[in-house]
């Protein structure tokens, strides 16, 4: 139990494009999904934490008009990258908490390159 | 808010030795304190994790600590194998559904054979 995917794995882009990212629970309702971003070689920095039926909050210094995020179901979060630059390539990974629960689970995460 | 430190940055162990990897948290209301191991490329996985009303779980070869006085806890690997190096990551909450998790900078763990 407690599978998160993440789609797609992998995106290259062009820089100035969008790009959408989803986030599932796939057996499991989860209120609040969290938003990461993880640099080579860094730890995990939380961007933003998506909450089902209501805004996102996001952290500081993450700007929340460049990602947008949409919690429309208890099992769909996406990440949309607006005007991509070189400088946001990353490697993405949402998270998912069964409600409830603490325990978090991660998705495989989304490899952006912006070229 | 919380601040988590880990240490040490990166460890390497011969097979069959013991790693111990040190985190220390600020916050005296976080209750809820996992380790996650993360292969290159690859997503989180949780390890282990423990709450604040007990101080010691096992899993087979994985332990974890938590000392609440000191506000510090450690993850134990016992009989290391080389399929155990990858980064290790403590984290820290609140607990309260929904509370997110602030990481340690995370420890490079290499198991030589």
């Known amino acids: 139990g407690a599978v998160v995917s993440q789609h797609p794995s992998r995106v290259i882009c062009k820089s100035g494009t969008s790009v959408k990212i989803e986030c599932r629970s796939l057996d499991f309702q989860a209120t609040t999904m969290f938003w990461y971003r993880q640099f080579p070689k860094q730890s995990l920095m939380l961007m933003a934490t998506s909450n089902e039926g209501s805004k996102a909050t996001y952290e500081q210094g993450v700007e929340k008009d460049k990602f947008l995020i949409n919690h429309a179901s208890l099992t769909l979060s996406t990440l949309t990258v607006t005007s991509a630059h070189p400088e946001d390539s990353s490697f993405y990974i949402c998270s998912a908490s069964e409600t409830g629960v603490d325990r978090e689970y991660f998705g495989p995460g989304t490899r952006l390159t912006v070229t | 808010g919380e601040n988590v430190e880990q240490h040490p940055s990166t460890l390497s162990v011969q097979e069959g030795d013991s790693a111990v990897i040190k985190c220390t948290y600020s916050?005296?209301?976080?209750?809820?304190f996992p380790w996650y191991k993360q292969e290159l490329g690859k997503r989180p996985q949780l390890i282990i994790d423990?709450?604040?009303?007990?101080g010691e779980k096992k899993d087979q070869r994985i332990a974890v600590t938590l000392n609440k006085t000191a506000k510090h806890f450690s993850l134990h690997i016992t009989e290391t194998q080389p399929e155990d190096s990858a980064v290790y990551f403590c984290a820290a909450t609140p607990g309260e559904y929904g509370n997110k998790l602030v990481f340690g900078a995370g420890t490079i763990l290499r198991v030589k054979s």
């Open positions: 916050d005296s209301a976080s209750n809820y």
């Open positions: 423990i709450r604040s009303n007990v």
